[in-house]
C-alpha cells in the first residue's frame, strides 16, 4: 500500500504561482512513477503531468504545457507540481496517484485525497 497526501494548494490571482508537495508513504516511493490530475465542478478528472520514477522522464497534457512542472525528490518521498501563470481554467482538485507504471490514464492504483486550487480572474 501507498500513501498520498497534497499539500499546496489555495487562492491565487490569475497569473500566480503555486507549488503542490504530495508526501508518499508505505512502500518504496522511487519504485512508483508518479502522476498529477485535477478535477473542476461538473467535469471528469482529467490528467495533467506524469514523471517516471527516476524522474528522467516527464509528461503534461497539452494544456498545462510550458506552465507546469513536475519533479520529484525520491530521498523525501515528495513529487512536486509547479504551476505558473495560473488561468481561471485551472481551477480544480487536485490529485496525486502512484502506479508502478508510468501512465496518462487515470489508471493508477494509488490516490490522495485532492487539493483545491481557486485561481480568481
Known amino acids: 500500500q501507498v500513501q498520498l497526501v497534497e499539500s499546496g494548494g489555495g487562492l491565487v490571482q490569475a497569473g500566480g504561482s503555486l507549488r503542490l508537495s504530495c508526501v508518499a508513504s508505505g512502500r518504496s516511493f522511487s519504485s512508483y512513477a508518479m502522476g498529477w490530475f485535477r478535477q473542476a465542478p461538473g467535469k471528469e478528472r482529467e490528467f495533467v503531468a506524469a514523471i517516471s520514477w527516476t524522474g528522467g522522464a516527464t509528461y503534461y497534457a497539452d494544456s498545462v504545457k510550458g506552465r507546469f512542472t513536475i519533479s520529484r525528490d525520491n530521498s523525501k518521498d515528495t513529487v512536486f507540481l509547479q504551476m505558473n501563470s495560473l488561468k481561471p481554467e485551472d481551477t480544480a482538485v487536485y490529485y496525486c496517484?502512484?502506479?508502478?507504471?508510468?501512465?496518462?490514464?487515470?489508471?493508477?492504483?494509488?490516490w490522495g485525497q485532492g487539493t483545491q486550487v481557486t485561481v480568481s480572474s
Open positions: 496517484a502512484a502506479d508502478l507504471l508510468v501512465l496518462t490514464t487515470d489508471k493508477y492504483d494509488y
